[in-house]
């Protein structure tokens, strides 16, 4: 799995964009993250906002992925890389 990376909120986020087209079952995704123990805090179909790792994490349905806070480039590509193959 390819990604690039983009930073946002100034520098406090980063955001992994997968180079392949994705079309997450967002559904499906939100009952594994709650079978984990994360909380949500919103859902929509397009997007699930939830704490994972201690960051505010965000994911959405083409395969984006959000860590707040974070500023390490391979540790977003790392747990975006684990987060999506698990799906």
């Given amino acids: ?3 690039t990376t ?3 909120c100034g520098g406090k986020a980063l955001m992994a964009v ?5 079309d997450i079952d ?4 939100a009952e594994r993250f709650r ?6 805090t919103q859902q929509d179909d397009m997007m699930i906002v939830f704490q994972w790792n201690g960051m505010e994490t965000t ?3 083409q395969g984006k992925v959000m860590f707040f806070p974070l500023e390490d480039k391979h540790l977003c590509i790392k747990y ?3 987060m999506l193959e698990s799906l």
């Fill in 35 to 40: 079978s984990e123990g994360c909380e949500i």
């Fill in 6 to 8: 983009a930073r946002l």
């Fill in 18 to 22: 997968s180079s392949d087209e994705m």
């Fill in 80 to 82: 975006a890389t684990e």
């Fill in 26 to 29: 967002m559904e499906k995704a």
């Fill in 1 to 3: 799995m390819r990604f």
């Fill in 59 to 61: 994911l959405y349905k």
